[in-house]
């Protein structure tokens, strides 16, 4: 038709070949989010498995991404270098991504928080990065992974005097100026919480990788139970950013 | 920390002031998902109003929004070409639209489809398009309206062919190089079907405004019902390619 | 050949249609430029002469470019809404209008500066800028003209300072916090310099239109002059600012 | 000003960090500028060792570049992946190579071309492409190469042909739907001419690097000459897309 001109104001957002890519989703406002449905505080654990297993359907779907990393309301996907999905139209991939994982959000909601109802659409907000080097990846997954523990660590001491009987500003006021080894020690001595105890998946955040699995189907010939081994993805609570992850998963820096 | 760096190889992706933005969203693999869910053919309501509530919610949600339209597994979402939501960030706004309709298509699919269950979670694309002129948001609404109008009437006489007994093959072939006047005439002779007295909704897709309506709430304060107007977003099946759409809501197209 | 596939690299830059086309060039380090070349202060007419005649080429080279305007070492070329210069790529575009403005710079040279020779190679960058709608492209324009008279108002004073015999240091700490109110003042009381009657090309710049011109030229048949009207690109020192410029050549913001 | 705000419809046009930047020049309409200054078929020593002083004094102003690889009327420019030049600005990056290329063509063309009058004003196109890769880089700059040589055994045989006497159009009937080697053939059999003895600058491009020279100054101090190395830019004629250029100047491809 004569209206067609304006499919030509569409820009082209190809992303650069030859580079990894990583798409990371972030909740939008998960500060009111977490505080409307009562998320348990500093970390709730079903909140954190939702996430993981939004990650896990994402991964499904899209075979593509070979890791995916998240904490808190976050996911980073990674994509390898010599991917082409969508021909790498940045639009398109990003949000895919994001409204896949929103989907799956609602569809899986009720298999962890249960009765407790979901009170309005989870939104993810959504970006695609190149990143040249296998240096310029790791470095982006342990910053994610830098910014769990900081504020991890952060969150966990503050609840902690919270719930000694503190109000939130002097919490706040306390931890003011404190590094690391401090709230190591305010945990310790007056709250009696050994930090490298607490679970890993609240210190580490989550890893999602796709494991060599043994599966069992029914072959539709035979009606017989087949075993065969598949990737499936699988969630991770280990450090990623030392080289010993990288040298137990080499196959996920190989070219491809 | 040391890994910070990784920041700046986030691309600005900030589209151009001052005009017209445009977020359209399409469903990913519909064909499948329509067939996979049993939609109705050529059109199925329910489909269509989940779509419509999806829009709506959307609307509710962000509100710079000032028109919506859509049609199959699309819409449509325009804001003003003094929008300056996430400082007009293209990723963010594409991707928290899609995420936000993706969440709501799964929350309100109970409503329209009651027990047909939701077997896998939607998925939608999402660019944002930019139009400098009036003239050209209008020809882009056109243009969507004008694909929906020649889509819905090849489909109508195509599954009113199938139904009357021919395969798809052959009905594919009855209408190969027929034009919009043959279809009617097809319509009307063969299968009694008058195409103009066809619902709108189906030939002119859903237009989604802004209306002032009147709301009845309950005061805080005296526990009586208080009326006021609010501007509420309202499902319309009119034809906006004409001038007589855009001269009955000035205000959509005035400066803000 | 198999090493073609690095074509696929190189980015699609197309600018959005539908919008006013600026291309700035600015002169690259020509504060030492000026100097190494003894360019008179504040204002050196061979060097801003050149410059015009500089545009002028550029203008008839480049024939969409409808008005360009000029000050100090920079120039902003103006292309229609309707431009379709290589696509409207705007590397293209940026990188055609800078060298064909640094190459004519170096020809023309000798025709300004006499004897004067050149020491090195003047460089300009160059970016393209979409504008959407005509206040845009005039405010624009504004924006660039209000620059010059501020920076000449400057100028003008501080080097009526020095000349006078102060250090450029005195003049600069004589010249902080004062108004345009003040410096008219300074120049008028202490320096006997009604800068309202300095040359427009110092206080307005130099805008560049095409002008109906009659041109004889010989004819190729009758060896006999023949005259004919040509649009030529003509240096005007008006104010761009205000409303008439633009009522007097009312075919710049046409439709074309 | 008040007119300030049209500084934000500016893009941001940053390349990606940590990748190879390849400015490329291509000069515009060649084919008419080597007719009208009647440069020698097929190649023009003169334009050729114009081209590469050029690309010689850009090397001399802009320390970034590592090596430049030229050819008929382009040239290549490589910056290395820690490259920071104007932020990695693209426009800026691509409008200042052009402009200072083409200001040098004008100032040394009377050193190649003597009394041979340059009739207008060169002007070349520039674009910044990416390579994230070493090995993306030489294929990029095999791909120049390979170009180079295939055109100028192309343009050989041509001319020989049409200098034997042939009109333009039987020669290129002769050449159609020949292979390198028939070309070789007709060359050596018909012309008498071996290919592969003609100069290296016509059938390898020029290759400008960085080689440490001996150079001697006048002591300021003293006033009596002083030795010192020096990285001069000069020009080779080298095979590139072997492995052995790359390992006689291994720091090329180190990082930096
Ligand atoms: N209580 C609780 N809150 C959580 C949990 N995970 C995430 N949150 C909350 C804490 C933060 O307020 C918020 C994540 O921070 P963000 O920087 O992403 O901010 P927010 O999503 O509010 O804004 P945004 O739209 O991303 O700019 O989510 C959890 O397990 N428990
Ligand atoms: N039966 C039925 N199908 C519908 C209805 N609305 C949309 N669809 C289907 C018909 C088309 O196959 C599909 C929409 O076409 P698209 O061009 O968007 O293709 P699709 O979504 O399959 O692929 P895509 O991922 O968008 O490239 O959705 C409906 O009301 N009834
Ligand atoms: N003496 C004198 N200097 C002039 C004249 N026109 C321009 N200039 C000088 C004054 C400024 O130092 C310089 C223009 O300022 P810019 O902001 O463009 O700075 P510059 O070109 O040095 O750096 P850039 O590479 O553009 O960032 O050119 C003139 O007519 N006479
Ligand atoms: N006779 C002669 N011509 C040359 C020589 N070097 C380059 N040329 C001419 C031959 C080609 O027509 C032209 C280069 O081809 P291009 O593909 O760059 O085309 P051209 O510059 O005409 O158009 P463009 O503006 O780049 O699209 O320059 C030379 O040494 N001798
Ligand atoms: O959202 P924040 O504050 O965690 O930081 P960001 O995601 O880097 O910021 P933005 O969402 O604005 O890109
Ligand atoms: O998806 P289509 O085929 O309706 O057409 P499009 O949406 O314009 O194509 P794309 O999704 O590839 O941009
Ligand atoms: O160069 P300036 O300082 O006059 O200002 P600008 O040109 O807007 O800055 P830049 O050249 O860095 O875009
Ligand atoms: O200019 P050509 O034809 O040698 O090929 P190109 O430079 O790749 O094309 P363009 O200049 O249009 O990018
Ligand atoms: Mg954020
Ligand atoms: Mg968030
Ligand atoms: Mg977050
Ligand atoms: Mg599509
Ligand atoms: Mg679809
Ligand atoms: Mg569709
Ligand atoms: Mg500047
Ligand atoms: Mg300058
Ligand atoms: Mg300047
Ligand atoms: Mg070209
Ligand atoms: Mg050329
Ligand atoms: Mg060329």
Not at 51 to 60: L, P, S, T
Request: contains cysteine; charged residues 25%; hydrophobic residues 35%.
């Amino acid at each position: 038709s004569k209206y067609e001109y304006v499919r030509h104001f569409e820009t082209v957002d190809k992303v650069l070949p030859n580079t990894w890519l990583v798409v990371r989703i972030d909740g939008r406002g998960f500060h009111r989010f977490s505080q409307t449905h009562e998320f348990q505080k500093p970390n709730d654990r079903r909140a954190l498995e939702l996430m993981n297993q939004c990650a896990i359907e994402v991964m499904k779907d899209i075979k593509d991404i070979i890791l995916a990393y998240g904490q808190s309301d976050e996911f980073s996907f990674v994509l390898p270098k010599s991917c082409n999905l969508y021909s790498r139209r940045a639009s398109k991939i990003a949000s895919t991504v994001a409204s896949l994982f929103a989907a799956n959000y609602v569809m899986h909601w009720g298999k962890y928080f249960g009765d407790h109802k979901l009170q309005y659409a989870p939104c993810f907000d959504s970006r695609v990065v190149c990143y040249p080097s296998d240096q310029n990846l790791r470095d982006y997954l342990s910053w994610r992974q830098a910014d769990c523990h900081i504020n991890n660590l952060y969150n966990t001491t503050f609840w902690a005097i919270v719930h000694s009987g503190k109000t939130e500003i002097e919490s706040e006021e306390i931890l003011r100026g404190t590094f690391s080894k401090d709230k190591h020690e305010i945990l310790f001595t007056n709250h009696n919480i050994n930090y490298n105890k607490l679970e890993d998946i609240y210190k580490k955040g989550s890893t999602i990788i796709r494991k060599k699995t043994l599966v069992t189907s029914i072959s539709p010939n035979t009606g017989k139970p087949v075993e065969r081994t598949k990737l499936v993805p699988c969630a991770l609570y280990d450090d990623i950013i030392g080289q010993e992850f990288w040298d137990t998963y080499p196959e996920l820096l190989k070219e491809r």
